[in-house]
């Protein structure tokens, strides 16, 4: 069965400090997994995703996430927090269905 | 990009009553779209697989007779909450799978906000 973990519910950081939103998962077979962000009253929003390739996958508004086989994870990051990243994160692994495995979410607080 | 629009975005019905929620994928066509459910501070529950031409799957747990779901065109699905109760209250999110460069993507709809009286 396929199931991501986000281990924080909450993590905060001073504006300009690298932030990074941690994500594990658990998958059989190859693992597609992607972040979104989500701002209050608001759908969810496309970060990144990382299908194949390298490790290294960036996204929008300068987010980025490392692959990590060994460790089984794929956290978010950012080198320098903006205020406006506030927000709350999820995690996600599809199966080869099309069906999406959310974590439970991280809310960011970025702090001026 | 691939754009998914929900109508409405908020509701407030009294209880008893039914609400119909719309979600359209505006420039792709759609054979299969999710309906999401979320509680406030938690994350997305899968209520259901809604694919063009035929019956929903719904997840374990979800009353197929309270939540119906519709998928009669490759660009419209709609969830109705029959019997409104409070506790059906909550974030409702659709999302339809577009084949880009490829590739199956997922795209979502901003979400409607339920609140049954």
Same mark, same amino acid.
Do not use: M, R
């Given at each position: 069965a396929q199931s991501v973990a986000q281990p924080e519910d909450q993590v905060n950081v001073a504006e300009g400090n690298p932030l990074t939103v941690k994500c594990t998962y658990s998958v059989s077979g190859n693992p597609y997994l992607f972040w979104y962000v989500q701002y209050p009253n608001r759908g969810l929003q496309f970060l990144l995703k990382y299908?194949?390739?390298?490790?290294l996958v960036k996204g929008s508004y300068g987010f980025e996430a490392e692959f990590n086989k060994s460790q089984t994870s794929f956290h978010l990051k950012k080198p320098s927090a903006l205020v406006s990243d506030s927000a709350l994160y999820f995690c996600a692994v599809r199966d080869g269905g099309n069906q999406f495995y959310f974590g439970t979410g991280t809310s960011l607080t970025v702090i001026p | 990009g691939a754009v998914v629009s929900q109508h409405p975005s908020w509701v407030i019905c009294k209880s008893g009553t039914s609400v119909k929620i719309e979600c359209r994928s505006l420039d792709f066509q759609a054979t299969t779209m999710f309906w999401y459910r979320q509680f406030p501070k938690q994350s997305l529950m899968l209520m259901a697989t809604s694919n063009e031409g035929s019956k929903a799957t719904y997840e374990q747990g979800v009353e197929k007779d309270k939540f119906l779901i519709n998928? *009669? +065109?490759?660009t419209l699905s709609t969830l109705t909450v029959t +019997? *409104?109760?409070?506790?059906?209250s909550s974030f409702y999110i659709c999302s339809a799978v577009a084949l880009t460069a490829g590739a199956y993507e997922q795209y979502f709809g901003p979400g409607t906000r339920l609140t049954v009286t």
């Open positions: 299908i194949t390739g390298d490790n | 998928h *009669a +065109s490759l +019997s *409104a109760h409070p506790e059906d």
